[in-house]
């Protein structure tokens, strides 16, 4: 199926073998890019520079790494559809293979945030953070895929980068098969989906990480600096760069 990465707080910890395990942080910049078989319509996921602002603070003018950034646009009702909407997933499906889920001790990003897509859907109207993932229920031995999904919380201020969206303290995270208590009705801290894995006995491992946008509102901006425990990965024009946290 596909490649997601979770590394570990230590980067001895994360399963041997895995693309990370010896610091690559990532592997090949290309492993990355749109996942076919997650994208419905026409949407737009693209390597670019900017965006670029002005009349802002200088911290959140510009992209936060480098000069580029992944701009992301999807339709909401244009397909025949239902629901209508589009959706793209940008990622990786090879070199996170393996990586165990419960060795994730930090994931977000960072994210150009519009009015417009506040106007289309809500404060919260924003890309998403997904990683296909193997449950590895022991009380559920057939069920073999599920989908992490993160729902970042709404930006402090919109037409403008914004700071680090920290997913493991903020927004609520789901699981599509609804494998724990973790669901799209009843979304779950980062802390709680931890304890929903762990009280089943589940040692869940990654297919793919991906960002990405749909099926629900039009939205159109832009992510970067997506991190995963020790590395940052930075969206550049020319390809994806695995950059050291501080």
Not at 45 to 69: C, D, I, M, Q, T
Not at 121 to 146: F, R
Not at 156 to 180: F, I, M, R
Request: glycine share 10%; charged share 15%; net charge neutral.
């Amino acid at each position: 199926m596909v490649a997601a990465a979770l590394l570990a707080a230590v980067i001895a910890a994360i399963l041997p073998g895995s693309a990370v395990a010896d610091g690559g942080g990532g592997g090949t910049p290309d492993h990355w890019g749109v996942i076919a078989r997650n994208t419905i319509g026409s949407p737009v996921a693209e390597l670019r520079n900017g965006p670029y602002v002005s009349g802002v603070p200088a911290a959140f003018a510009k992209p936060p790494f480098g000069r580029g950034s992944l701009g992301i646009e999807v339709a909401d009702r244009s397909t025949s559809l239902s629901p209508p909407s589009e959706k793209v997933d940008f990622g990786n499906e090879v070199d996170f293979v393996g990586s165990r889920i419960l060795t994730l001790r930090q994931v977000g990003f960072r994210v150009f945030q519009t009015g417009e897509n506040v106007d289309y859907g809500g404060a919260t109207n924003m890309p998403n953070i997904k990683i296909e993932i193997d449950p590895n229920l022991p009380l559920q031995p057939n069920d073999n895929y599920s989908t992490l999904v993160w729902l970042p919380p709404a930006v402090p201020a919109v037409n403008q980068w914004s700071p680090y969206l920290d997913a493991t303290k903020t927004g609520t995270w789901y699981l599509t098969g609804a494998e724990t208590a973790c669901k799209l009705a009843t979304p779950c801290t980062f802390t709680a989906l931890r304890a929903s894995f762990s009280s089943l006995g589940a040692t869940p491992t990654v297919f793919s990480v991906a960002v990405g946008k749909g099926r629900d509102n039009m939205w159109i901006g832009a992510i970067d600096g997506l991190r995963l425990n020790n590395h940052i990965y930075d969206f550049e024009r020319d390809g994806v760069r695995s950059l050291r946290a501080n």
